[in-house]
């Protein structure tokens, strides 16, 4: 499967431009994730050096995402020609998500129950 991931609020407490604090068993989950052979895409609007900051944090936190900000090696081989803009996913995990929408405490939930039951 294709995980579309955010940064800000969803793998790290929101206080872009800064980094926030890591949220509990994100990366573990991600990391988990990898290991079964799942495609992680880092899905973020930051950019520039503040993508580049995020992109560091993670690297300092043992994780690389498969993919940053752009489609799937499979989803490429599958539809080749013009990448649309919309980055395709099986799942996507954001803060702004209808469930989500900016609650620290249920990402925090989220994260623990997900990596629960991998």
Known sequence: MIYAVDFDGTIVEDRFPQIGKLIPFAL???RKLQSQGHTIILWTCR???DLEDAL???EENNFTPDVVN???PQMLKLF???KPKKIYADIYIDDHDFYFYKNLDKMKN???DFYNNL
């Open 28 to 30: 573990e989950s991600l």
């Open 70 to 72: 752009d489609h799937s």
């Open 110 to 112: 989220f994260w623990v």
């Open 56 to 58: 560091k944090f993670l």
């Open 80 to 82: 080749p020609g013009p």
């Open 47 to 49: 950019h520039e050096k």
